[in-house]
């Protein structure tokens, strides 16, 4: 089942690290790990594979691929030789990235996207096409009604001044194309009522928020294994060093503070209350694609004893999020040629602050993943 | 449902701590911070509750319990307010712990604790009286014809010779005088074919081994994240600096080799392979009661990216193991009262080394424990 | 020579605890771990002893010393019996512990915290008073003409607007009283050319500021260490994680960028440039008096492989800075006897931000530290 | 001023990454980062230059030094550019990398050993030799009466077996041929007393042992900060994961012995006592020319408040290593030409257990070196 993978933010590292090891992959010159999909609890299900997908997508940036693989294989995110094995096939996909559409009003604009996504589906013959967002974090946008009405929405969108931030610009216009879109970025992206209201009249489904690769994985079952002794936490504190072009976004305030709440989210929704202490975000040129969070967790054992746990993460965040990145669009171009429509909460496994009322311990999001890619996998074919 | 706990090591950091927090959360001064049955989702089943349990037990020490009380005040690790709130309460268990049988054979030893235990029972006319080793870690005892076949070893238990470690001796009283056992150690205990036939004879269940308490609970939910996320763990190393008396028996070659193994079991039985590194274990005294672990995981992304993690753990033994006793012992008075024979498997969560063919990874063991405490509970009584 | 020792926020943690000490050290009940003038390379030196030292001080706090007292056993901070075995004593220290003055123009102000010191050195017959700060942290104050001249000074104190922030005017009245004055905050103290010009005329010294204790003091001796080994620090990132009135203070933004200033200033001063990374200061109420900081270095070697350190510091302020108040006491008291006057830029040793061009590593410090300690010292008295 | 550098284990990591980092340094093409004569405070001193050295060495291995670096490079210990730019030269040094040489009597060898370093130095007229031993660690020799007399030591040398261990061998062949000798390695080297005398004999110095280039030099700067704060350090604990030939050397019980004891010396010489606690050296091939240490640090504040620090270093043992036998060849060099014999105590700040009554303290050795750099540097000259 051929799919499309539509990636906006298409030259970036997250992107082009994806590229570059679906390529290889398939190729046979790189292991898939960190692949989930790969992995001996699911590979045997029959969904799209990794040699089904074609890439494409947006950029503002125009940097080639080629140089970009270049530059990732210098500062060692990926090897140089594998950089040098797929170089044509890389070569092949520059011509399916491009310039972002601007100019006229966002519904002009939204039109663009869409007939780059159409062409982009029939020029390869696809059977269908997932867009994912993997660009930089944008601010919160301030409220407006046309978020909460589809007809509001598309009238506003006539107008000059623009309403939708730029992953919901993607997303409307993702679902013009009848396209299902994921966010692996904490934007707004499809989390508007009014777009979610765009994806049902589609029968399309969604996926997001905030691709999981770190230091919230971590939490993710250290928090549940606390619940589950019935130790109480008293504290949890942490600080992420990020280089690269995210860590500088993520250290203005206002983005910061979103992905800050959202990193603390798992916290209250596995221990059933908030400890004291916060997530802190802070930008490291120096540390470049690499990450490097730190958690003290203080908690209280039997008759009030007080103990302690720190643990130190030091992570690619490239070569995490870029293999997630082929698993989340092969799912749900399962999940859309499964009929299923509206906010995919089974891929909470995936994401820091998902959508729907899931549930936020890694092992019940484990359980649940299973279960859909099995409930959305064809069954009497091979893959 | 009155239930007796029978410790061996009764005047003990753990055994006395576990009476204490007993004692002072029955009479409301203090929270069940710790004992995973009182958490919210396991707090409803009709268990044996906290207030129905009855201690005593065996030990070769002579410390009075309210001396030992005092010693864990004055360490920090029971307020010393709760320890003057129980003092009488302390004080009453003291006529049940007895000095250890010993002389003549192992036969006439087995028969003197299972006398001791008969005793208790009719003392307190209790339903059912459980028998927990919580005593020092063992050398692992040479092999023995006698451990395979329960006829050879009660003939070999009437000669002079001993055949059985203690904590295996224990068990064979315990299962003489009706009583499940339960080793929190990661001695030998019931772990031999000719015990498990007498438990079965018996028609008795039990369980072990190993309280996981620290380091081993911390992989235990670390290493299937690795594995569902298809990360490949390179190594994984640790080292575990222990004060009291465990640590310095622990710092023996023989318990040491013993129980690192056993501490690494989790890495092979999770992610499906045997990554490079060691647990050593370390006895600094100065800790006390404490211990701190540090473990470093190397491990590998997409196209081979090289990250790592670090964790410390700074935990008090006692503060962690004490609850779990509880616990155990009123699940497995449930289980016998619901007619459980044999090894306990679902007890899992509790231990580094779980008897039985049984996940490792503790969300698995949580969700078997979850099921297992409802399938014991009395179905239609308040408990 | 007896030396009254004056504190402002004498009811505070720091001070109650310096007092404790104080006692319980000359009482033969507990060592002078942390006091420096104690260790085997001090104290053979003639300066004021611990038994010479008189306390009393200033505070707005209303809540008695044996209170603060059973407080700080409460938290672990001083042992019960200790505060026990001097509580007759720290009684007696009550009445010399006095209201901050207030009401009237500053100048009014200042004459009634210098005749408090006049009559304090009265009563006790002492031959000399140190005052020291030990409050809480003030935010920078503006800027204004009169901090530059003395005349100036003077001329709008008399003034309804009040010109100097508490801890100035604290030492304005100390150089009145003929007091020296060392600031163990942050604030600005002595730190005005028209105080310094004071101190000057009166032949007064002074000392500060902001006590080193905790994550500096670490700084102050790695950073020389990869300076001498000709090691490049590319980043040095810091959290601090503080519980307490002090924690609370410094988490306001204003505070917090004084001392997180001072605290990156030893990297600049010991390596010869500012390596990338900040440190941050985050408040935790649940740690109490301990304060946690983490730090992460990134170095280079040889040909540019990059390196890697981090520590992770759990300190007790209290514990950490009570002794260093004796020693800064007994030190300041013998350097004003030997007639010094102005900075006292030899006491480096204690401060995250010493007065004076002084050198920053600690070695270069306790070098200094030593001749000072030498110099002042009564040559031919035994103490 | 002509010197040369003949490295015993010239074909190791640390030997080739030298050669490597000499090369590009003074093609101007890799800064002198980790080289100590070439920080701020010494790199005025009129020594010999990285210009003036020239390299040769002995070898049990074959890997040609192409080999090796290419090696180096595809580890990331070297960036492949440098090995690139500096292939000719290093291909040029092939030539005086020799064999060690076997057979015949110690005596035999010693005379071979010392014949081609005569050949090495009249080769290339160089206007001295000296000698330095990066192989890997020995176990400690057993004892043997010629070790202590030089006369005795010479009779024994021509019998059939041996009596030196071959690093003392080298310290012998070395002084026979008039080259000063280094050990860089715990090896028993220089330090008998039959090879002092000789050394005496001949005028030579020597130096050793040990290189500091990790968790040891860490703790000279920590220890001496607890020190001087009077802090007690309670344990010190420490675990060193190493990979590399060194690390499955060091495993061995035998060498780990001697290099732990090596490593905790500082602490008894700079506390004044020893504290509790181990360090472990443990192999973990999968580090490969990287280690990594983590130490515990339990301490005692004013009235006995417990405190911790913890500490991860994260390091690539050759690129510490090797800046430091280039610093080491110069000095030793320059000691040489100013008349200096025997042991070298002024270069304890390289090594972990440095010869003669040193101080143990980084800021302490660091002002005996720069007085030695002063002191045999050449005073009229430009060098």
């Given at each position: 089942m051929s799919t499309g993978v539509w990636l906006?933010?298409?030259?970036g590292s997250v992107a082009v690290t994806s590229m570059i090891g679906a390529l290889a992959t398939r190729a046979g010159?790189?292991?898939?790990?960190?692949?989930v999909l790969e992995s001996p609890a699911l590979?045997?299900?029959?969904?799209?594979?990794?040699?089904?997908l074609t890439f494409g997508g947006h950029d503002?940036?125009?940097?080639?691929l080629a140089k970009k693989a270049a530059a990732l294989a210098e500062a060692g995110i990926v090897p140089a030789a594998v950089v040098r094995a797929v170089e044509d096939e890389l070569a092949a996909i520059e011509a399916d990235v491009l310039p972002l559409p601007e100019g006229g009003t966002q519904a002009d604009t939204a039109l663009a996207i869409a007939a780059d996504l159409d062409a982009f589906r029939e020029r390869h013959s696809l059977d269908r096409v997932v867009v994912i967002n993997v660009s930089t974090t944008e601010p919160a946008p301030p409220p407006h009604p046309?978020?909460?009405?589809l007809d509001v929405l598309r009238d506003a969108l006539a107008?000059?001044?623009?309403?939708?931030?730029a992953s919901s610009l993607a997303a409307y216009a993702a679902f013009l194309a009848g396209c299902p879109y994921v966010d692996f970025?904490?934007?707004?992206?499809?989390?508007?009522p009014a777009l979610a209201a765009l994806a049902r009249e589609r029968g399309l489904p969604y996926g997001g928020h905030d691709?999981?690769?770190g230091e919230t994985l971590v939490k993710s079952v250290l928090a549940p294994m606390f619940a589950q002794r019935h130790l109480k936490v008293r504290s949890w504190s942490g600080v992420n060093l990020l280089g690269g072009g995210d860590g500088a976004n993520l250290a203005h305030p206002d983005a910061n503070a979103a992905k800050a709440r959202s990193k603390q989210r798992v916290l209250a929704e596995t221990l059933g209350y908030t400890p004291q202490g916060d997530t802190r975000i802070d930008y490291l040129e120096e540390l470049g694609d690499f990450k490097t969070a730190w958690d003290l967790v203080t908690f209280e054992g039997f008759l009030g004893t007080s103990m302690r746990m720190e643990f130190t993460w030091h992570g690619c965040d490239s070569a995490l999020a870029a293999p997630l990145i082929l698993d989340l669009a092969r799912l749900t171009s399962a999940a859309h040629r499964a009929g299923r429509v509206g906010e995919?909460?089974?891929?909470?496994?995936?994401?820091?602050?998902?959508?729907?009322?899931?549930?936020?311990a890694l092992a019940d999001q484990w359980r649940e993943l299973l279960a859909f890619a099995a409930s959305v996998a064809q069954p009497d074919a091979s893959r």
């Open positions: 906006i933010g298409a030259r010159i790189a292991e898939p790990t960190g692949c590979r045997h299900h029959a969904l799209p594979g990794l040699g089904d503002v940036c125009v940097l080639t046309a978020h909460h009405d107008c000059p001044e623009p309403v939708l931030p970025t904490p934007s707004t992206g499809a989390r508007l691709g999981k690769t995919l909460g089974e891929l909470a496994f995936f994401f820091k602050d998902p959508l729907g009322e899931v549930p936020h």
